[in-house]
């Protein structure tokens, strides 16, 4: 083994574990940017306790449970329950021999864990504006600490999915997914922000505070997948890597003019947000194979994620859903369609790969309903999950947390 | 070949991209600070319409056209024409063979096509407030598609003005002075905002609606210049990378220090954003050498661009011109500067390569000035490129875009 | 010597430099997140002098000065009165058996001097909006250009702390105490700002104007800390970097995690700008052993740094002491703290490290006390320090910069 090869490749999966790390102030802008001022802090809160908590669990628990079969002997799932609280490097683990030489121990445990507060925070965008902050915890706690890893456990940690041949390079599904379905099930629950909705059943739109925020958070988003994807290459290998950078720019790239191609196609505007949606949407659709795709076939791949966030949002809408910053359209719709996109385009394309896909989506879809349905509906019985009209009304942020997010401004 | 050093030499390359990728957030914080809330969107709207459809006019034939040579048989300016729309790497590209070990071609394709991007955004700024935006995403598709590659591809692409020993190690001419040059052309022809120039011709500040986003914007273009002039090294190179950061962080440094200096010796006022300008200035004018400068030098180059932007600011306010961030004091007149600079300071100094620089301003100028003159006066014509008064006076967002940036403040 | 590995180490060092960089950004909305807008722009006009001032001394004199035995014969603390004004690097200083094949001269110097200013914005976090920005301005250059270079010089330029056996690995006594001594030392002479402490001496929150850019500030100060940290490695060590990661990561999230707990315990509301404060307290504790320690014990040394820093800002309240953005209890106590717990924790455990760690401490704040008292209080005999109570009032944005940071908003 070539120790200046495996330092080169530790460093790049130091580095883009620190982008993962930097999409959380992606998220926390964007979240906050589409929403109203009245409930800033109230977000804020949130994704602060997701990406601390995230990973604290993922180091009591959750890196074991995700990946059991790294150690020789290690218990996997019952992991948690043994006396190794906490991680526990393997005794080759800092050596140039672990994981083929791409990097050690420590560096897997922290982009991995990066990775994992991600998806809660998908939800956290849905839920905006009226979930109960103590409910949203403890609903964290469980997805981030159970959820997310057992699922992943499924593909990345060698379980069926793995063995089935299913395909998701970075997680559109195993990520995305997972994340846009909790997402889906909690605004059900939850039900619209009032307003939302008119007494004429018409969706109305409730705008976001500053866009400004909104518009840096889908850069910084944009930036950090430089290391989402670029790092689940788990090497440095410079051809795989670049290519990855290539798809997954093009991608954003593309899902952006689809979207607001269509848009203005559609509703004769030039909608900045729907133009950062569409550059979500193609950054998600491009995640389950940004390693296979040629340059042309990535955006195709965006371009059509693109469409598919302009009518993914009006279908929400028409649902009756309210989901203020599209996370439902971004990550669960377009990630669905970026996983199936694997057996339509790139080397693994083809019938067989596509229902493997298929299958996939479904399964992962089927368990993450059941497992949020079971989580939020035991803590609407036990806790309530939503604010009191009151409290949504006069904001979050004065109510949960005391504090006004613009004093100088708010208070004139 | 050593694939060590190979793979090292990409990662960095890879990290350069990706700040001159976070360059564009930059660029947009910086303009949207220093102009008005009511035009934000619209700002933000072109900012992310130049970064996409930048890279995929760069991928469908600005890379081709601008590296002809790169490829035995490239057909370079007519490679668009051709069947192969878009990249198609060459067969060594993704061999550490290529670029002489420096990245692989995806890399390379990527870095350059964050670059191309920059020229547009440049010109973005300096029309603020009052361009169309369909006559400004019109003028983006020709200057980023045709302009920008033609006049690399003289210089980095092994046209002629490499051949003469023009030297502009990371684009003070090649990507500031383009767009400078247009951004120059641009305002002449777009004419100053309402209420700029008083009834008795005196110039009026019209203050920037955020200076945290202004000074945050320049923070992280200081950042992406790490990777604008250390990824301009085009390796990892030890030596000439860090010596790069150097000269490029001493330059920025002295800039701000040379133009907050000497504003207040004239004006006594301790300017922030003149001191902000100052930095960008002195970025702008190592760029062309930063490789070839001693620190010392970088400081003075550097602190004579900040003296240059405070009276380069008062002599476009002189002439009428109306530039809303200082975008032509910053990239163009800095970027005069630093590139005439190379025959002054460091190595090269000495008459005939001061000849030789002056010979690639001057007629880069001339093909920027005609070029621009062209497509914004045939845009003029077609469809007109400056908005109506009302629309001006009323803010281009709700005109063009139907939105507000900060609907719960500017609503109140 | 490596060729491959040199360049791997050297580029880490770079990103390691850019990401401290970055860290004046996080400050910056930090500070400016946690005051009100009438002072924004002289936040942001101080900080943008310490980064560029900062530089330009650490380049005159101050790397020199810190690191005197670095070249042979170099003169130490009288550099800089001799001709070679400006860095001279030593004839092997580029290849790669400079610093043991870590990275180049000029890495070194670009590295070190992005932490030399980050002793400066320490105090300037303290000291706002009532601090005359003239006295200021002196007083960075006294501080960044000797005391911070001195102190450096007697651990890390070899000198007695380190014969000693004294160890700070990344700073939590040579970086943030020294910025914590002299912040303490300048809120006791400033005295508080008008309206912190009501007639019957009981204190006043003055709320900060934007939550969100506070919130910002303490992210990307997080992922600076991926290279304040993993830089101090100095070099890519892929074992000694990778830890420094974790437990840099998670003392970060225990003391968020412990910061919020306690605060709810005592004060029964879930306080962000609490829970931002807990994760800066604990990036400051594991600062100075993050290379020693065990996740369990960064998690530990992080957990008490949150509730340090609960009862640190109540502290500095009961002293009557007015710190706007709790720059005393982050950096000074919370520094103390770290370095002492490198006499409790990790392989250096025992009484004879403790006590050697604490002389550490109390000789370091003797000389930082005395320092900040005779440079601040021959400013204060000499032009005073503290801003007209006109002027306190109105805002210092108005009366020293002649600027409004939001003018569209605060004007309307």
Known sequence: MDVGLFTANNIWMMIATALVFFMHTGFSFLEIGLTRSKNTINILFKNIFIITAGLLLYYAWGFNLMYPGFEEGSAGIFQFS???FGIAPPENGMTPEYADG????????????MFAATAATIVSGAVAERVKIGAFMVFTVF???????IVGAWK???GFLDAW????FAGSTLVHSVGGWAALVAVALLGPRIGKFGDDGKSKAIPGHSIPMATAGVLILWLGWFGFNGGSVLSADPELTSL????????????GMGAVLLNYILYKNLDLTMFLNGILGGLVGITAGADLMSPNEAIIIGFLAGLIIVLGVALVDKLKLDDPVGAVAVHLICGIWGTLAVGIFGSK???GQFMTQLYG???VGAFCIVCSLIILSALKAIMGIRVSKEEEVEGLDIHEHGMDAYPDFTND
């Open 82 to 84: 043994m006396d190794s």
């Open 102 to 113: 791409g990097y050690t121990w420590w560096t897997d445990f922290l982009f991995q864990g």
């Open 143 to 149: 997805y981030v600490g159970l959820v997310y890893p």
């Open 156 to 158: 990345w940690g060698g």
């Open 165 to 168: 041949g299913f395909y998701d």
């Open 244 to 255: 990855v950078l290539v798809t997954t720019s093009l991608a954003a790239a593309a899902g």
């Open 349 to 351: 394309a083809g019938g």
């Open 361 to 363: 989506v479904l399964i």
